[in-house]
C-alpha cells in the first residue's frame, strides 16, 4: 500500500490552522496513524486509528478520515508544533507516508 | 515506563553485515512486539520487520531477503542483522516497539537512533 502526503511542505504562523492530508492507494479503513518528527529525534506518536489522540496530547492535534483520505489538522499553530508529521498505515504490514514539513512563515 | 536504546556500529563497508541491538528497559519483554524501522533521505521512513518474543518474526518484503531480526528475553533485547550492505542502506536505524491493541498498531515508543554510514 503506498501513501501519499501533501503539501510535501508548508509555512505558518503562530496561531494559523494547519491541515495535512494523507491518501492511501487502496481502502485501509481507519487503520492510519499520526506521527511527529522533531529534528534530530525520533518520531513520536500523536494519533492511532485516524482519530483517537494519544494521552497528553494537546487537543489542538486532531485527525478523521477512512478509507483512502485522511486529514490531520493542528487548530492554532504553537511555536513547539514545528516539526515533519508522518501517516502510516497498518492495514497491511506498515507504510509511512513522505511527510509535511511545518515550519514558520 | 518503557525505553528503547539502540547500539551499533556507526560505520560498515560495503557488501558486509550489519549488526544492530536494541536494549529494552522499564517493562516487561513479555507479550512484546519490538520493530526496526530505517529512515534514510532518499527513502524516508521504512518498515523492516518486526519480532515477538516468542521469537516469530514478519519482515517488509523488500528486505527480507537480507534481514534478520532475533530476540533474548533474558537481557531484554532484540536484534537486527542486515547483509549484503550497499550505500542505500546508509540511514538512522530506530528500534520502537509496536503495540497491538485490539485491531489498532502503534509504533510506540521509539529509540532515539542510530547513524550507520555503508562506506569503504
Given at each position: 500500500i503506498q501513501m501519499t502526503q501533501s503539501p510535501s511542505s508548508l509555512s505558518a504562523?503562530?496561531?494559523?490552522?494547519?491541515?495535512i492530508t494523507c491518501q492511501a492507494s487502496q481502502d485501509i479503513s481507519t487503520y492510519l496513524n499520526w506521527y511527529q518528527q522533531k529534528p534530530?529525534?525520533?518520531?513520536?506518536?500523536l494519533i492511532s486509528d485516524a482519530s483517537n489522540l494519544e494521552?497528553?496530547?494537546?487537543?489542538?492535534?486532531?485527525?478523521?478520515?477512512s478509507g483512502?483520505?485522511?486529514?490531520?489538522?493542528?487548530?492554532?499553530?504553537?511555536?513547539?508544533?514545528?516539526?515533519?508529521y508522518y501517516c502510516q498505515q497498518f492495514d497491511t504490514l506498515f507504510t509511512f507516508g513522505p511527510g509535511t514539513k511545518v515550519d514558520f512563515k | 515506563q518503557v525505553r528503547l536504546q539502540?547500539?551499533?556500529?556507526?560505520?560498515?563497508?560495503?557488501?558486509?553485515?550489519?549488526s544492530l541491538t536494541c536494549i529494552v528497559s522499564g517493562g516487561s519483554i513479555s507479550n512484546y512486539y519490538?520493530?526496526?524501522i530505517r529512515q534514510s533521505p532518499g527513502k524516508g521512513l521504512e518498515w523492516?520487520?518486526?519480532?515477538?518474543?516468542?521469537?516469530?518474526?514478519?519482515?517488509?518484503?523488500?528486505?527480507?531477503s537480507r534481514a534478520i531480526i532475533s530476540v533474548d528475553t533474558s537481557k531484554k533485547q532484540f536484534f537486527l542483522r542486515l547483509t549484503s550492505l550497499t550505500a542505500a542502506d546508509t540511514a538512522v536505524y530506530y528500534c520502537a516497539r509496536l503495540r497491538r491493541h485490539i485491531s489498532s498498531w502503534t509504533?510506540?515508543?521509539?529509540?532515539?537512533?542510530?547513524?550507520?554510514?555503508?562506506?569503504s
Open positions: 504562523s503562530v496561531g494559523d490552522r494547519v491541515t534530530g529525534k525520533a518520531p513520536k506518536l494521552t497528553g496530547v494537546p487537543s489542538r492535534f486532531s485527525g478523521s478520515g483512502t483520505d485522511f486529514t490531520f489538522t493542528i487548530s492554532s499553530l504553537q511555536p513547539e508544533d514545528i516539526a515533519t | 539502540e547500539s551499533g556500529p556507526g560505520l560498515v563497508k560495503p557488501s558486509e553485515t550489519l519490538g520493530s526496526w523492516i520487520g518486526y519480532i515477538y518474543y516468542t521469537g516469530s518474526t514478519i519482515y517488509n518484503p523488500s528486505l527480507q509504533f510506540d515508543p521509539w529509540g532515539q537512533g542510530t547513524l550507520v554510514t555503508v562506506s
